[in-house]
T-cell receptor, first 114, second 109 residues
Framework: NAGVTQTPKFQVLKTGQSMTLQCAQD?????MSWYRQDPGMGLRLIHY???????DQGEVPNGYNVSRSTTEDFPLRLLSAAPSQTSVYFC?????????????FGPGTRLTVL | AQRVTQPEKLLSVFKGAPVELKCNYS??????LFWYVQYSRQRLQLLLR??SRESIKGFTADLNKGETSFHLKKPFAQEEDSAMYYC???????????FGAGTRLFVKA
């Protein structure tokens, strides 16, 4: 099993450009989520999904869109990149249900917006 | 609202000394609490969870509902414990996991 995979590993964008960060998991997990990691602020939840067709906002959703058309994939879209979105982005997945929700993380995507 | 507070950004201890990483939380229901660790150049990974009441790599954490705390402790720190530690909280059912700001632990030789 590959676990949670993310592409690309690194990306540089100009202000105003759009792009999609890819995330896939092969563990048949219902729950998937996106976080951004910034120095001094830890991981902040952007969006999450509890299953195909169901998404919801986290702590910092503005400027990001998500969709969940399959169990395996959960892409994160930046509609119009801003320098404030420079960060390391992590995707995670887990099964759901009390006592079973260890989150498995991807390797991260380091994004720089100029 | 869910909130996780880790008051220390950096904790530096000598090898063999006890270590305690503090975590306080705010949640109106029955939370599930976790500690995650990120070693240098590795993925974030689960260290332990309150529901298992386990000891991993010598670390333990006790959920204190009265003080709304879930502090991580180890009696004798090792150099290989140097890492970033995150306390996390999820609601009943495992949705919407929120993380604290993290504490960087540095164990000196």
């Amino acid at each position: 099993n590959a676990g949670v995979t993310q592409t690309p590993k690194f990306q540089v964008l100009k202000t105003g450009q759009s792009m999609t960060l890819q995330c896939a998991q092969d563990m048949n997990h219902e729950y998937m989520s996106w976080y951004r990691q910034d120095p001094g602020m830890g991981l902040r939840l952007i969006h999450y999904s509890v299953g195909a067709g169901i998404t919801d906002q986290g702590e910092v959703p503005n400027g990001y869109n998500v969709s969940r058309s399959t169990t395996e994939d959960f892409p994160l879209r930046l509609l119009s990149a801003a320098p404030s979105q420079t960060s390391v982005y992590f995707c995670a997945s887990s099964s759901v249900g009390q006592g079973s929700n260890e989150q498995f993380f991807g390797p991260g995507t380091r994004l720089t917006v100029l | 609202a869910q909130r996780v507070t880790q008051p220390e950004k950096l904790l530096s201890v000598f090898k063999g000394a006890p270590v305690e990483l503090k975590c306080n939380y705010s949640y109106s229901g029955s939370p599930e609490l976790f500690w995650y660790v990120q070693y240098s150049r590795q993925r974030l990974q689960l260290l332990l969870r309150h529901i298992s009441r386990e000891s991993i790599k010598g670390f333990t954490a006790d959920l204190n509902k009265g003080e709304t705390s879930f502090h991580l402790k180890k009696p004798f720190a090792q150099e290989e414990d140097s890492a970033m530690y995150y306390c996390a909280l999820s609601n009943t059912g495992g949705f919407k996991t929120i993380f604290g700001a993290g504490t960087r632990l540095f164990v000196k030789a």
